[in-house]
Structure formats: C-alpha cells, structure tokens
C-alpha cells in the first residue's frame, strides 16, 4: 500500500513537496488554512485590477540555465510566459542624475564609468566579479541532506576555480563595495540597488549573482502575476492526483511516541497519516502545532536571535494611465521625496515605485497597477491593529500621502488613482500565517546565505519542515527546492530511487 504524506500548507514550498510526492508513489493530501494557493506568491483583485504581491523575479526562467530545470520538471515552463527587463531598477538623486541599474551588464559598467570614472577600478572588480557569478555552481539537484562523501568531493572540485572569488566576496557586504567609491552619487546610491531594509548589510553574493541572472535573461516576471504562477502548480499537483484541502487551518500535529502521526484541526477533524511535512511558518509549527516539544539550542537560536525580512506596507494603486512613457525595470523607479513622510511610525525621504506598465493582465485596457512598498515593524502594525478605527485612518493617511508624493514625481497621477490598497504587516499574518508578518522568512546576511537549516526536529520522527523557515532568505526557486528535495529524502528513507516527471 502507497504511504501517506500530510502536508500542511499550499506555498510553493509545500506544492513542490506535493508534486514530487505524487510522482514518487505516496499518497499525499495539503491541509492549507486559505481558500487559494500559493501562500505569500500571490495576487488579489480591487476594483477590475489585480494586485500583483510577489515575484519581481522567477529564477530560472531561461532554457539551459540554472533552475530552469526545477520548473521543467514539473513541466511548468510550457504554459509560462516571461518578461525579460532591460533595466533592473532606476535610482535617482537630487539634482536629475540618475543611476539606472542595466540587465546587460556591459550596459551597466559603460554607464556607472559614465557617473563615475574616477572609480573604476572598483566598477571594473564588480562587473567581473558579475561575468564571474554567471556559472557559479549551486549545486540543488540532491538534497543536502543526502550528499555523500564523494558528492561533497565533487562539489568541492566544482568550486575550486571559484576559491579566490569566493575568498573576495563571500564574507563581503553592499557596504564593503560602497565604502571604496569616491563619487558620492555611486556611493548615495549603489545600496538602493536591492529595495531593501538593511541594504548596507546585505550580502554582496547575492547582489551579483542576481544581476548576472538578469543579465543572462533567466530572471523573468510572470505574466498573469503571481497567483497565477502559483494556481499553475496547484494544477499540476491536482492533475498528478494530489488533493488540496482549502479552508483547512492545522492546530496541531498529532504525535505519539515522539513520531508524527497525523494533524488536527481547528474544527476538531483529525487526518491520521504515515509522514507529516509543515510547509507553514516555523515558529507556528514548532512551538504552536508541536508545543515546542522537539526544539534544541540551535532551534531556539534561530528564533530568538535571527533577523527576520521585516514586514510590508504595500501600497497598491490602479491608475486611469498607460504609463507607456515609464521604462519597465525589475522593480522599480527609486526617488527622493521632496518632502518626507511617515509610513507605519518612521519617517521615510524616498520611495520605490514599481509600474506594471509590462503586464497588461494586471488592469483594465489603458490602465496600470501600480505599487509601493516599505519595510515596517511589526509591533506598530499589531498595536495598531488592536484599535480597528486608527489602523484604518493610518492606513487611509499613507495612501494619500503616497499618491501626493507620486504626484510630484509623476505630474497628473493623483488625478488618475481610481483604486487604492494598503497591505501590512497584520495583512500577510492573518493571510499566511508568516510569524511576525515577515513576508520571506530569515533575512539574507553573508552568515545565513550558506546556511540550510534542518528539515528535522530533534527527537521526531516521521516530520519534516520544508520552505522560507529552513531556506534563509526564502525566494521562489529555494523553496521550491526544499519541497522537491524533502521527498528525495523520504524515498532514500524508504529505499526508494527519486524520480521525476522528466528524466
Ligand atoms: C512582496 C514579495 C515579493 C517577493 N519577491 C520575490 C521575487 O521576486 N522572487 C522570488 O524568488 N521570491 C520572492 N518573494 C519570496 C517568495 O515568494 C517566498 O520566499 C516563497 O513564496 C515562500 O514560500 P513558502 O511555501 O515557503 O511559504 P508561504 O508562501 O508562506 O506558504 C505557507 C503556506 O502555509 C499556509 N499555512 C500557514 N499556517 C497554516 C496552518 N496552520 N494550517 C494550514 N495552512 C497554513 C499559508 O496559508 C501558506 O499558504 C517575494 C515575497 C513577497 C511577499
């Protein structure tokens, strides 16, 4: 008889684990607590327009480049349709100059010599230094967990040729690059290149790799949006014979005699199974669902001391405009605010804007939605939350705020704005149970980019823990990973040989 294999929610992290399941013989079931797939990669409608919430960018998107085979498998990439940006992002200054972060690397390195000659030397070890990350091996096809000596040997060899570029840039941070630039324009705006929280912290590896993906055109934006991307899976699992239990939240994963049994929940209903996967937060499976029973140091480490990617406010507006005069970047035009403005308690001077000026699917004909986001805290957002009258007021205030702000950018916009939406940090806790609201899980820093925490838990048997809480640093292709590999460890468990869709 088929094993059984529970898993609880219907990410992308747990849609992997259910299509590899299926492909490999078990009898697999999702509870997911939502009514739709896709967890955080997802999208919802206001007004005749659709909020994209997710992907600026798929990795893996290119025939013959890394990844690519990850979707295939799952023979996904037929139905795909991906947009390659010729810009990354703009970042602009005070005084009309502005930084456009080019796809085509040898673009970029023309145009930052351009706005900085006298730094080139810099410029020149960071363009090589993305030529360089173009084939730099990440080895995914076989879970970690399985590696053998002479898998470990191979890989090792594989990264000899990378010994000196990773003894650069590995430990090297966006201020390690930053703090070497003379032109203070470069340096002004080189950390805004990423959108994020703590730029200046932020792994350099992960800036260059990326941009080599953008340059290879293997980054692309799905067309449709990200709900669509993530119904695309829920459908292959559905037609691989997997069943999505929607409107399913799980309050407790049913153990006797430290092994994994089955999963209770909210209502009462009990589901018993041979192997139970969490595809869910981590903190909500580990001290919630299992009571923190199989927790160690480390474990607890991990959620007492990590930086989490702080959560969103995500301003979302649907403009009676084409914006076809607008170039289409990666993720956005970034500008400084000619007067500042508070979002969720702090006082913000810029602001990134992202026109989905490229995906007509978004907003009725002659339309664009258009997006704003900021990293805020989550106990202003939960304090707030609990007086429903002032978190709507603020909410209120930060749209007006941010369409006056588009305004002076954007001459005419305000007058445009026929839907508006605030998402926060509250909204993506109630939605997808992510702890804290973080919308992906452990912050990317040079220590945790390398690190992969265990899918086990100390002392539990039969249970495993896939996607953004076990991957730092989350991201579509990583999770997507950590579902597909789970099962390539249960089927080493049981003696199994792993198999795929395509060979
Ligand atoms: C704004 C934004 C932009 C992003 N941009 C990119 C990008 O450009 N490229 C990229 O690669 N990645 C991007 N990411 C990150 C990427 O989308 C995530 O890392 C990834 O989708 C996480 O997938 P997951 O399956 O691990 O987790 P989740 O998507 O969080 O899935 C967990 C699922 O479990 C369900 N669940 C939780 N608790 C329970 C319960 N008790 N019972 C039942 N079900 C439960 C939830 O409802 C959810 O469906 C972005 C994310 C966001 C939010």
């Known amino acids: 008889m088929k094993k059984s294999i529970s898993i609880i929610g219907a990410g992308v992290a747990g849609l992997f684990a259910g299509c590899h399941g299926q492909i490999n013989g078990y009898n697999t079931q999702i509870f997911e607590m939502h009514n739709l797939p896709g967890g955080v990669c997802t999208s919802w409608k206001r007004k005749g327009y659709t909020i994209d919430g997710c992907a600026h960018w798929v990795t893996g998107t290119r025939p013959g480049t890394r990844f690519y085979r990850l979707w295939e498998e799952l023979d996904l990439v037929k139905d795909w349709s991906m947009v390659d940006h010729k810009e990354y992002a703009r970042i602009e200054g005070s005084d009309d100059e502005v930084f456009i972060v080019y796809s085509e690397i040898d673009r970029l390195e023309q145009h930052m010599k351009e706005l900085a000659p006298e730094d080139k030397d810099v410029i020149d070890e960071f363009i090589k230094a993305i030529h360089k990350s173009k084939d730099f091996p990440i080895p995914w096809e076989k879970a970690p967990e399985l590696l053998t ?31 070497r630039f003379t032109n203070p ?22 800036v260059l790799m990326t941009l080599s993906w953008v340059d290879q055109k293997t980054a692309g934006y799905p067309i449709g949006g990200s709900l669509e991307f993530s119904k695309a899976i829920a459908q292959r699992y559905l037609d691989l014979g997997g069943k999505i239990n929607y409107k399913s939240k799980i309050s407790k994963i049913l153990v006797e005699n430290d092994k994994a049994v089955g999963v209770k929940l909210t209502d009462g209903s009990e589901y ?38 702080r959560p969103l406010v995500y ?42 000026n490229f995906d007509p699917t978004l907003a009725p004909a002659g339309k664009t939605f258009v997006r704003v986001m900021y990293a805020s805290d989550y106990e202003y957002w939960k304090t707030l939350k609990q007086n429903p009258e002032r978190y709507k007021t603020e909410k209120k205030q930060i749209v ?43 912050q990317e820093t040079t220590k945790t980019l390398r690190m992969r925490l265990k899918k086990t838990l100390p002392g539990l048997k039969n249970f495993y823990m896939v996607g953004q809480w076990v991957e730092p640093g989350g991201s579509l292709p990583k999770v997507a990973i950590s579902g597909r590999n789970v099962i390539q460890i249960i089927c080493h468990k049981d003696k199994k040989e792993f198999v795929t869709l395509t060979p």
């Open 272 to 309: 018993r199974s041979d192997i139970i996967i969490s595809a869910a937060n981590g903190h909500t499976t580990i001290f919630d669902m299992l009571e923190g029973k199989y927790v160690n140091k480390r474990i607890q480490d991990y959620y007492d001391k990590f930086t989490l990617y």
């Open 149 to 179: 000596p002479i898998d470990r040997l191979k890989i090792i060899s594989s990264m000899f040729p990378y010994a000196s570029f990773f003894r650069k840039w590995g430990n090297k941070t966006i201020k390690d690059v930053v703090q």
């Open 315 to 356: 301003v979302s507006l649907g403009v009676a405009h084409s914006f076809e005069e607008i170039p289409q970047t990666v993720t956005g035009i970034d500008f400084p605010l000619d007067e500042s403005i508070i979002i969720g308690g702090q006082e913000q001077k810029r602001m990134s804007v992202q026109f989905y």
């Open 400 to 442: 007006e705020d941010v369409i006056a702000s588009l305004d002076k950018r954007f001459p005419g916009l305000a007058a445009k704005v026929e839907m508006s939406d605030v998402a926060t940090a509250t909204t993506w806790e109630r939605y997808t149970s992510n702890w804290k609201g973080s919308f992906q899980g452990w």
């Open 185 to 206: 324009f470069l340096k002004q705006t080189f950390p805004l290149i990423f959108n994020l929280q703590n730029p200046l912290d932020f792994p350099i590896l992960a």
